[in-house]
């Protein structure tokens, strides 16, 4: 399948925003049963606190702190939503590098994370993922004029440029893989930096996250055109979940079933993304399951999803 026939994802889950209280704090002690001292399970303790404590990175519209420093975003924004139906009415957050979410989450700073993470094979043997909350595609910040004439990862590989990317992030792995000239930064800011002062040629990153950081900038920068990235000729269909610890069953499996009655209502979907440019092109189709994804036979994946995902033109 060409780069070229490969169409935006009709479909896809992200979550919606809203305004959070930012704190730095501590997190529970809990025993390897998923449980919290005292045999209560994650669950069971977040309900009794009345407050959860998501991780972040600042990359916007997902999860980021607003100009007054609290913390918004699509992401957290069905937090609050979902979490409040689960009886804990507090969602607070402690802003980390993306590339440090995880090993924050397993090290108890954090009860879940909240950062439109990919779900990835990798990652799902380090963690536990939701369900899917939203799929995207990938694009580039460019300077104006788009000189390298960037369409794709295959583009990017052929011109030679030197790619931005964030650490942890999934654009890095696709660099990886078709050997292109990569370095990491810590967060989008970052990597708008990286590129107008020329020391890459290209950032990459979640088409809707470039588009939202190159509307604030004043920068003489562009975003490309989105795509989905194609490695050895498989497409690299992206969807993010919400992250938890591997033992923390409970959490998660509640969480699922309050998101899947979201997903499952495009009005309701939207009534909470949507202020933060999420559109039904965002939630995900039906068989995109986060078991599948794990396994990370992404061909096989995009064969039988293929009309739903626009992949089949």
């Known amino acids: 399948m060409s780069r070229s026939s490969v169409r935006p994802l009709r479909r896809a889950v992200l979550a919606a925003g809203s305004v959070l209280t930012l704190v730095a704090l501590g997190a529970c002690s809990r025993v390897d049963t998923g449980g919290t001292e005292g045999g209560a399970s994650a669950l069971e303790s977040l309900q009794s606190k009345g407050v959860v404590t998501v991780g972040f990175a600042g990359e916007e519209p997902y999860s980021y702190e607003d100009e007054n420093g609290e913390l918004t ?59 899917p909350e939203f799929m995207y595609t990938t694009a580039f910040m460019v300077p104006t004029g788009n000189p390298d004439n960037l369409t794709d990862m295959q ?22 893989a078709l050997e292109i000239d990569n370095t990491e930064v810590g967060t989008p800011q970052d990597g708008l930096d990286a590129l107008t002062a020329g020391r890459v040629d290209a950032f990459a990153l979640t088409a809707i996250s470039l588009n939202a950081l190159a509307a604030k900038s004043d920068a003489d920068v562009e975003v490309t055109e989105s795509f989905v990235a194609e490695i050895d000729g498989v497409p690299q ?77």
């Open 237 to 313: 269909i992206g969807a993010g979940g919400t992250v938890f610890r591997t033992n923390d069953t409970e959490l998660r499996d509640a969480y699922n079933e309050k998101l899947a009655e979201i997903v499952a209502d495009e009005d309701r979907y939207l009534d909470i993304v949507g202020d933060f440019g999420f559109t039904a092109a965002e939630r995900p189709v039906e068989g995109m399951t986060t078991e599948k994804l794990c396994e990370g036979d992404l061909e096989t994946l995009a064969t039988e999803l293929a009309p739903e995902l626009g992949l089949d033109g």
């Open 73 to 131: 975003g699509a992401t957290v924004a069905l937090h609050r939503e979902i979490f409040s139906e689960l009886g804990i009415e507090t969602v607070e957050g402690v802003n980390t590098e993306f590339g440090s979410l995880i090993p924050g989450l397993n090290a108890n700073r954090f009860d879940a994370v909240s950062a439109g993470m990919s779900i990835l094979p990798e990652r799902c043997e380090e963690a536990s993922f939701s369900e």
């Open 155 to 176: 583009s990017a590989r052929d011109a030679g440029v030197k790619l931005a990317t964030m650490s942890g992030a999934i654009e890095g792995d696709y660099a990886s």
